[in-house]
């Protein structure tokens, strides 16, 4: 089954050394969408709890995006949460198979970065989960 998170934030970033208006701080209103497609476990009834996928969007709310991400463009946020996302996964017990990931950020209402990797069981004790499709678009 398929999880869809849609959550809007507004957070600040600069990013040093680019010539053009990106380069001076400002903010933007950030559009992050995820999905997760993964079974669902039937002692939750549920593929992931919302809540813990809210609660890694909602941590950069009204921050400045360079004091989590080292460049933080609209890439580099799309990798930051894939990367908490697979975390969490790791670290849940609750979570039963995730099938496949998809992070989308809008910067603006017209631009968007998505990046989705799909993945097969992986190993639970050493926590790699092999990645047979990495599509960015
Ligand atoms: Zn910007």
């Not at 809210?54 to 990367?83: G, M, S």
């Not at 603006?108 to 499709?133: A, K, Q, R, T």
């Amino acid at each position: 089954m398929k999880v869809r998170v849609e959550r809007k934030i507004d957070a600040a970033h600069f990013l040093p050394d680019y010539s053009g208006p990106c380069g001076r701080m400002h903010g933007h209103s950030w559009k992050i969408i995820v999905e997760i497609e993964g079974s669902v476990n039937p002692e939750t009834g549920m593929v992931i709890d919302f809540r813990d996928v809210k609660r890694i969007i909602d941590e950069l709310d009204h921050q400045l995006l360079n004091d989590f991400i080292e460049y933080p463009t609209a890439e580099n946020l799309v990798r930051y949460l894939l990367d908490k996302l697979l975390d969490l996964r790791i670290h849940n017990p609750k979570i039963q198979e995730i099938k496949g990931i998809l992070v989308r950020v809008y910067e603006s209402e017209d631009c968007y970065v998505e990046e989705s990797l799909e993945m097969h069981g992986g190993c639970d004790e050493c926590g790699v989960y092999p990645l047979i499709h990495s599509a960015t678009k």
